[in-house]
């Protein structure tokens, strides 16, 4: 089953590396990882996602939370949170699917290359992809996984 971990972190070198170490030592997979700076530029907020059952996630968040950069980890996958991931499209203009995309998703367009943008959970940007093969998109990025808990709990040094 699929778990999103989220935690901060010291902005500092090295940091990162430490983390996915942790994962890579014990034989985990990081399915996505998205990194960026809070606003404490002293932290930055990781979210990932692993497969696993409760019993792995719950070990790797308690080694996560020994680890000298970790401030504070959470499950997200424990509570209701929701779930986004962006993806960024590219189609050739004389192959982009028009009826697949309203006009806001467009990012950029020429006589050659059509870009668009797309925010939904990671099942629906699998099924839109699964939707498109057949326009032979030319390009797919996709930012991983964030998430955010939908009850009062923070992932955050200021509560």
Do not use: C, H
């Amino acid at each position: 089953m699929k778990r999103v971990i989220a935690l901060l972190m010291e902005n500092q070198p090295g940091a990162l590396s430490r983390v996915v170490g942790l994962f890579s030592q014990r034989g985990y997979n990081i399915e996505t990882l998205v990194v960026a700076p809070t606003t404490d530029p002293t932290l930055s907020r990781l979210t990932m996602s692993t497969e696993g059952d409760e019993n792995v996630v719950e070990q790797i968040t308690k080694q996560l939370d020994k680890l000298i950069d970790v401030v504070m980890v959470t499950n997200l996958s424990g509570s209701e949170f929701v779930e986004r991931e962006l993806m960024l499209i590219k189609f050739k203009s004389d192959s982009f699917p028009r009826n697949t995309f309203e006009e806001s998703n467009i990012v950029s367009k020429n006589d050659e290359i059509t870009n668009v943008q797309v925010v939904g959970t990671s099942s629906e940007l699998d099924k839109l992809i699964t939707e498109i093969e057949g326009n032979n998109p030319v390009e797919i990025v996709r930012s991983g996984s964030l998430g955010i808990s939908s009850d009062k709990t923070s992932l955050s040094t200021e509560n």
